[in-house]
C-alpha cells in the first residue's frame, strides 16, 4: 500500500501539568475526508496545529507525506505547507483587505501567476462558495458566515492537495451549510484532495466524512474513543459516541464539565470574531 497522506503515531501534548492530547494514533489516507469530533475542549484544535506543525508535541509522530513533521525546520514546514489549504478557526481575514484580496493572498504570496489569472482565480472560488460580486467589499460589511465562506474560498484557491478545516460551517444555516459540504466533496471526490475536517456538526459530518475519529474529554481527554467508517461510528455501542451524534443533552458526558470548559474558553481564549 502507498505512504498515508498523514500518519499520527503516539502523540501526546502537555500544557503545564494538563495532558490535552494523549496516546493518539491514525492514518489518513488519499481522498480520505477524516472527521474529528468531540466535546468542546477535547483537543480538536490542537490536535489539527500539531498536525500542521504549528504546535510541537511532548512525544510521538506525526508524518505527512511520509515525512516527520514535529522535527522538520521552518522552513521545510513552509514548503510543505505550500501543499495545503488551512482554514482555521482563529485564522481571521485581514480587515484592511478585501475579499477578493483575502482570497488572492495565498496566490500572491506562492504562485508566479499573473494578475489577469489571479482575479479569474478569486472569481472563481468565490463563485464556488456562493459570494460571487462581493469581491470588492471588506470583512467588516459582510457577516459572520460569509466571512467563513471566504475563508474556505482562500484555503482553496491553490488546489490544495490536503485540506484542513477548523469547524468550517459552525454559524451556518442549513442550506450554506451544504454549499460547503458539497463544496468539499467535489474537491475531495472529483479532485481526490484529501482533507481533515473538525466540526460538531453531525449532519456535516456524515455527510462529507469517511473516517472520523472522536476525541474524549473528562477522564478520556484527549484520547480516541471511537475510531471508524461513518458507518461503524453510527453503529457504535459506546454510550458517549451515541450522546455525541444524536446530541442528547443527558448522558455520559457530564453537562458540568461541558459548562465548566465553555466558561475556561470564554474567559481564557481569544473569541473567534464571527460568533
Ligand atoms: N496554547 C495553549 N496553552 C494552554 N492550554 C491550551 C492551549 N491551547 C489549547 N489549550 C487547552 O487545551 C484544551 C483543548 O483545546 P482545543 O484544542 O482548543 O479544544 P477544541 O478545539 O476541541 O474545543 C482546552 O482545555 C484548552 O484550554
Ligand atoms: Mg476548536
Given at each position: 500500500?502507498?505512504?498515508?497522506?498523514?500518519?499520527v503515531?503516539?502523540?501526546a501534548?502537555?500544557?503545564?501539568?494538563?495532558t490535552?492530547?494523549?496516546g493518539?494514533?491514525?492514518?489518513?489516507?488519499?481522498?480520505?475526508?477524516?472527521i474529528?469530533?468531540?466535546?468542546?475542549?477535547?483537543?480538536k484544535?490542537?490536535?489539527?496545529r500539531?498536525?500542521?506543525?504549528?504546535?510541537?508535541p511532548?512525544?510521538?509522530?506525526?508524518k505527512?507525506?511520509?515525512?516527520e513533521?514535529t522535527?522538520m525546520?521552518?522552513a521545510?514546514?513552509?514548503k510543505l505547507?505550500l501543499?495545503?489549504?488551512?482554514?482555521?478557526?482563529?485564522?481571521?481575514l485581514?480587515?484592511?483587505?478585501?475579499?477578493g484580496?483575502?482570497?488572492?493572498?495565498?496566490?500572491?504570496?506562492?504562485?508566479r501567476?499573473?494578475?489577469?489569472?489571479?482575479?479569474?482565480?478569486?472569481?472563481?472560488k468565490?463563485?464556488?462558495?456562493g459570494?460571487?460580486?462581493f469581491?470588492?467589499?471588506?470583512p467588516a460589511?459582510?457577516?459572520?458566515g460569509?466571512?467563513?465562506r471566504?475563508?474556505?474560498?482562500?484555503?482553496v484557491?491553490?488546489?490544495?492537495?490536503?485540506l484542513?478545516s477548523?469547524e468550517?460551517?459552525?454559524?451556518l444555516?442549513?442550506i450554506?451549510?451544504?454549499v460547503?459540504?458539497?463544496?468539499?466533496l467535489?474537491?475531495?471526490?472529483?479532485?481526490?484532495?484529501?482533507?481533515v475536517?473538525v466540526t460538531?456538526?453531525?449532519?456535516?459530518a456524515?455527510r462529507?466524512?469517511?473516517?472520523?475519529?472522536?476525541l474524549?474529554?473528562?477522564k478520556?481527554?484527549?484520547?480516541?474513543?471511537?475510531?471508524g467508517?461513518?458507518?461503524?461510528i453510527?453503529k457504535s455501542?459506546s454510550?458517549e459516541?451515541?450522546?455525541f451524534i444524536?446530541?442528547?443533552p443527558?448522558?455520559?458526558?457530564?453537562?458540568k464539565?461541558a459548562?465548566?470548559?465553555?466558561l475556561?474558553r470564554l474567559?481564557?481564549?481569544p473569541r473567534?470574531?464571527?460568533?
Open positions: 500500500m502507498s505512504v498515508p497522506v498523514i500518519e503515531r503516539d502523540l501534548r502537555k500544557f503545564g501539568d494538563r490535552v492530547l494523549n493518539i494514533s491514525f492514518t489518513v489516507e488519499k481522498g480520505d475526508t477524516l474529528i469530533m468531540g466535546g468542546s475542549g477535547c483537543g484544535s490542537t490536535l489539527l500539531h498536525i500542521i506543525g504549528s504546535m510541537r511532548t512525544s510521538g509522530s506525526i505527512i507525506y511520509g515525512e513533521v522535527a525546520s521552518p521545510a514546514l513552509d505547507r501543499r495545503f489549504g488551512m482554514n482555521f478557526q482563529f485564522g481571521a485581514l480587515q484592511s483587505l478585501t475579499v484580496q483575502n482570497v488572492a493572498l495565498p496566490l500572491l504570496e506562492n504562485s501567476v499573473s494578475p489577469d489569472i489571479v482575479d479569474l482565480v478569486v472569481k472563481l468565490l463563485e464556488l462558495v459570494l460571487t460580486g469581491e470588492h467589499l471588506k460589511e459582510i457577516s459572520g460569509m466571512r467563513k471566504v475563508g474556505l474560498a482562500r484555503a484557491a491553490l488546489d490544495p492537495e490536503l484542513f477548523d468550517p460551517t459552525s454559524g444555516d442549513p450554506m451549510t451544504a460547503i459540504d458539497q463544496l468539499t467535489d474537491l475531495t471526490r472529483k479532485l481526490d484532495m484529501t482533507a475536517v460538531h456538526d453531525m449532519v456535516s456524515f462529507i466524512g469517511t473516517k472520523m475519529i472522536m474524549g474529554t473528562g478520556m481527554q484527549g484520547k480516541i474513543i471511537a475510531m467508517t461513518p458507518d461503524e453510527r455501542d454510550p459516541v451515541q450522546q444524536n446530541g442528547q443527558d448522558g455520559p458526558i457530564p453537562l464539565l459548562r465548566e470548559d465553555y475556561e474567559l481564557g481564549q473567534p470574531e464571527d460568533l
